[in-house]
C-alpha cells in the first residue's frame, strides 16, 4: 500500500496551532509535537500543496494502468517484445565477410537501422566461421552484438561459435530488444595473435519489428 | 514577492545570475522542490561499492530503493580507475561508458537511450572544457519516483578495459511526521 506523502492530519496545521504548546506535547487533532530539534516537521506551506498536486495526477495515471495505457498508441494484448503480434513484420539480417586481418581491432559484419516507428526484437543469433582450426573460447575470435554505442548484455564479448547455418542460436529463451531508430551491428574481433587463416565470418540475427 | 530561498545553491559561489544558462534555468524549475518543506537530502551513489567494476563490453545492472514521493532532481558521474585486459592501469574517461536511468514504476528512462557518461559529468577543473557544466547536473525538472520507488540504473562498459566509476543520483525525499504515539504510546 503506498504510504501517504504527508500525515493528514497536517493538513490542517499552521503556525498558530502551535502556539502555547511545550515540546514533546500533543499538538492539535493527537499530532505530537516534537521533543527536539532533530524532530521536526514545518507545517506544511502552498508549495508542499503543489508537490502533493503532481503526487496525486501521477497516483491517478498508475491507477489507469500508467503512461503507456494512456498515451496514444499501439495496444497488444500480449507484450509484443514476448510474442510477434499481428502487425509484427519479421526479419532476417544475414550477412559475411572474408576472414578479417589478424589485427585485433573490430570489423563489422552485419548492420541495420530499427525502422523509425517501430520497436523490435532480436529473439536469435547466429555467430560462426567456416574455416578450420578454430578452437572454441580460444580467444582467436571475438563476435559483439553492439546497439547504438553500447553492447548488448552478455553478447558483447562472445568467444565461441553460437548457432549454425541451418539453426540459429535462441537468445536465451529470450529476446534483445530494440528502440525505434537504433543501429544494431554485429562485429567480429580477429586477435593479433591467431593464425586462422581463410574462411568466412557468418553473422545473423533474427526477430521482428512492431509500430509503436 | 516570494522570498529568495536560502539553501546549498544559494551558497553556491560558482552560480552567477546569468539567466540565459542551463544551471540557472534549470534551477528555476526547482523552486516549488526548493520552497516546500520537510525535504531532505538523500544522495545514492552507484555502484554502492565503488570497487566493482564494470566489465568489458558488458552493462552492469543496479537497482535504487528510494522513498515514495521522492524527487530526483540532479546527477554526477565520474570514472574513477580502469585496467586493461591484461590487469595493468590505463587511463579512462567517462566517454567510455554509457549511463540509463529508469524509473521502474512507471518505465519511463531519464534519457531517450544511454546517455555518454561524459555528458553527465561535470566539467571540473583542470579540464579543457571547465566550467561549461556545473555542479550537479540538474534535470530540467524534478522526477517524482513513486511507489515502489524503484529507480533502475545502467552503467555499459564500451571498451577493453575494467572500468570503476560512480554515479551519484541526488534526491530529495519528504520526511514523515515522527508518530510518537504509534511509537511509544506509553511516553505521549
Redo the contacts between chains.
Keep these: 500500500m ?2 501517504p ?3 493528514p ?2 493538513t490542517n496545521y499552521s503556525a498558530d496551532l502551535y502556539s502555547g504548546l511545550m515540546w514533546g506535547q ?1 499538538g492539535p487533532q ?3 509535537v ?2 527536539n530539534l532533530l ?1 521536526r ?5 502552498e ?2 500543496w ?2 502533493m498536486q ?2 496525486a495526477l ?2 491517478e ?2 491507477r489507469c494502468g ?3 495505457n494512456l498515451c496514444p498508441g499501439h495496444r497488444y494484448p500480449e507484450p509484443p517484445w514476448v510474442k510477434q503480434p499481428l502487425q509484427g513484420q519479421r526479419y532476417s539480417k544475414i550477412s559475411s565477410i572474408p576472414l578479417p586481418a589478424a589485427s585485433g581491432t573490430d570489423v563489422q559484419v552485419l548492420s541495420f537501422q530499427v525502422p523509425v516507428g517501430h520497436d523490435g526484437v532480436i529473439i536469435s543469433n547466429v555467430n560462426l566461421w567456416t574455416g578450420t582450426g578454430f578452437v572454441e573460447g580460444g580467444g582467436d575470435l571475438t563476435w ?1 552484438v553492439q546497439i ?4 548488448a ?2 553478447y ?2 562472445i568467444n565461441t561459435t553460437l548457432g549454425s547455418l541451418t539453426t540459429p542460436y535462441a537468445i536465451n529463451s529470450g529476446a534483445i530488444r530494440l ?1 525505434s531508430g ?1 543501429i544494431v551491428r554485429y562485429l567480429v574481433n580477429h586477435a593479433a595473435t591467431s593464425a586462422l587463416v581463410g574462411g568466412r565470418i557468418v553473422c545473423a540475427l533474427f526477430g521482428w519489428f512492431y509500430p509503436r | 514577492m516570494l522570498k529568495q530561498v536560502v539553501d546549498a545553491f544559494t551558497y553556491n559561489a560558482a552560480l552567477q545570475l546569468l539567466p540565459c544558462r542551463y544551471f540557472p534555468q534549470a534551477l528555476g524549475q526547482m523552486d ?2 526548493r ?4 525535504h531532505r537530502a538523500r544522495w545514492y551513489v552507484v555502484p554502492d561499492d565503488q570497487g566493482e567494476p564494470v566489465n ?4 552492469f ?1 543496479y537497482q535504487i530503493a528510494a522513498a ?2 521522492a524527487y530526483l532532481w540532479g546527477y554526477n558521474f565520474h570514472t574513477i580507475s580502469a585496467t586493461s585486459p591484461d590487469q595493468t592501469p590505463v587511463a579512462t574517461q567517462s566517454s567510455d561508458l ?1 549511463v540509463q536511468v529508469v524509473d521502474s ?4 528512462p531519464l534519457f531517450q ?2 546517455c ?1 557518461g561524459s555528458a553527465a559529468q561535470v566539467n571540473s577543473q583542470g579540464t579543457a572544457d571547465y566550467g561549461s557544466r556545473m555542479s550537479p547536473v540538474l534535470l530540467t525538472q524534478p522526477r ?1 519516483i ?2 515502489p520507488a524503484l529507480v533502475n540504473v545502467y552503467i ?3 571498451t577493453a578495459n575494467t572500468i570503476y566509476c560512480q554515479l551519484l543520483l541526488m534526491f530529495t525525499e ?8 504509534a511509537k511509544c504510546p506509553d511516553l ?1
Excluded at chain 1, 516537521?41 to 506551506?45: A, D, I, K, M
Excluded at chain 2, 568489458?56 to 552493462?59: A, K, L
Excluded at chain 2, 519528504?174 to 504515539?181: A, F, T, Y
Design positions: 503506498p504510504r506523502l504527508l500525515t492530519k497536517l500533543d493527537g499530532t505530537p516534537p521533543r524532530q516537521v514545518w507545517p506544511p506551506n508549495f508542499n503543489m508537490l503532481e503526487y501521477w497516483m495515471i498508475v500508467g503512461l503507456a559483439r547504438n554505442r553500447r553492447y548484455k552478455d558483447g564479448a528502440q537504433q | 516549488i522542490l520552497r516546500a518543506v520537510n568489458p563490453f558488458d552493462t545492472f515514495d514521493g554509457l514504476c512507471t518505465g519511463v537511450d544511454y555518454i517524482l513513486l511507489d555499459s562498459n564500451r519528504p520526511c514523515l511526521l515522527v508518530e510518537e504515539k505521549c
